[in-house]
């Protein structure tokens, strides 16, 4: 379960002319998100939300990040601060960003720790924060953030209810909340809220396009080449049995299979199991995402080189929207399926039905290979105009710059 509390409070600006309109611009921006996990779904959500910031902010501008303090983070923005989450909560911002992803969601999981154990844990690594607790309670009370605003974010599955409504109350307290999906925007509607924005994912505007203009030209070849794309899974009926299934459909020698995994960290498992039956699928290569030795630009050219994708990600999905690749998607998560309906030329494979469907759905992508390309192209366009109007939004919204685009 992943769940963040916050309060909220009011705002603290001060006042500069910028390209002839007046424009606010906090003294600091805080962005929470699942960042450092060497995940590079979460690494260019990040990198979106920063190539947006540096357009309207200037140097005064403190942002910090609510992360794992990995060493790749501070390489890639070296002007940014990182803390922790505990951290994050004992001290004020006049901006608080919800950056992106699914960070609002629960599984039913195991038995769960306790809160000593969870507050033992930080304060052992962290011991400043004991310090920094006690001047927080006995200082005149100051709200956390001026302005609490979520971006480009995903919500849910729900397993608990009580996290749910956790997550309604939490969310209650923002100034405005962007959506990336129509199941968010659902539950934002059930909850009844009104001041909400439906965009899409951060990773469909075009400044993602302008950055990695890859494009997927031409048909497929006598034998097309398949980018799998699985993940370490351990919630659901099927959890990490599910890559045991998806493996054995792909031992086929008349296709070839290139396997990209997406985190170094989360996906150990996955490294593993691939390596111990190599030998029996048609693997030609294995990249994983190592931000410490690659970078954005080369594990993305490759990546757009695929004739097809076949995916338990979601961003493996969306970088395919984005290079015109048709994708099968593996139904593990209802973000999957909310785009794939959203995609003409996409296919969605519900777990609990043969896995003959992913064969099948690569037989009919090949054979009308242009017409998928057509359908997932206009499909783009009508993302793309969202997640566009979603940034243009939030910025007219957070700075008051009624100019920018």
């Known amino acids: 379960m992943s769940i963040y509390r916050l309060v909220l409070g009011s705002n603290i600006n001060i006042k500069v002319r910028k390209k002839e309109n007046i424009v606010s611009i906090p003294r600091s921006i805080?962005?929470?998100?699942?960042?450092?996990?060497?995940?590079?779904?979460?690494?260019?959500?990040?990198?979106?939300i920063i190539s947006v910031l540096k357009e309207v902010l200037d140097a005064r501008t403190k942002i910090v990040l609510v992360a794992k303090k990995a060493p790749y983070l501070r390489n890639y923005y070296p002007q940014v601060s990182i803390i922790s989450q505990p951290a994050s909560k004992l001290k004020y911002t006049d901006v608080y960003i919800l950056g992106g992803g699914t960070q609002l969601f629960s599984f039913k999981s195991g038995e769960r720790r306790s809160k000593f154990e969870i507050y033992w844990h930080f304060i052992k690594n962290e011991p400043f924060l004991l310090l920094l607790w006690l001047k927080h309670k006995f200082s005149?009370?100051?709200?956390?953030?001026?302005?609490?605003?979520?971006?480009?974010?995903?919500?849910?599955?729900?397993?608990?209810?009580?996290?749910?409504?956790?997550?309604?109350g939490i969310l209650s307290n923002y100034h405005k909340v962007y959506v990336r999906d129509k199941y968010s925007k659902e539950y934002l509607i059930k909850w009844g809220f009104h001041d909400y924005f439906f965009g899409a994912d951060l990773c469909l505007t075009s400044r993602f396009k302008e950055q990695f203009n890859f494009k997927k030209q031409g048909s497929m070849g006598q034998k097309p080449r398949i980018g799998l794309v699985l993940r370490s899974w351990s919630y659901g009926e099927y959890g990490d049995r599910l890559n045991d299934i998806v493996l054995k459909t792909f031992e086929d020698k008349r296709v070839q299979y290139h396997l990209y995994v997406f985190s170094t960290i989360k996906d150990q498992e996955l490294i593993e199991t691939v390596g111990n039956r190599a030998d029996m699928m048609s693997l030609q290569s294995m990249a994983v995402w190592d931000p410490d030795r690659d970078t954005f630009h080369r594990f993305l050219e490759d990546f757009s080189k695929n004739d097809i994708i076949v995916t338990s990600r979601y961003h493996a999905a969306i970088f395919a929207l984005n290079f015109n690749i048709p994708t099968i998607c593996i139904g593990i998560d209802p973000k999957l399926k909310a785009l794939c309906e959203e995609v003409a030329g996409f296919y969605y494979w519900e777990v609990s039905e043969n896995a003959d469907f992913i064969l099948e759905s690569i037989t009919k992508i090949f054979e009308d290979y242009e017409t998928h390309q057509s359908s997932i192209r206009q499909s783009y366009s009508l993302l793309n105009e969202r997640s566009d109007e979603m940034i243009n939004d939030f910025v007219k919204t957070v700075f008051g710059n009624a100019d920018y685009q």
């Open 30 to 48: 805080t962005i929470k998100g699942a960042y450092g996990d060497a995940n590079i779904g979460d690494d260019l959500l990040l990198d979106m």
């Open 140 to 168: 005149p009370k100051r709200p956390l953030a001026g302005k609490f605003y979520a971006l480009g974010i995903g919500l849910g599955p729900f397993e608990e209810k009580e996290v749910e409504t956790s997550v309604k």
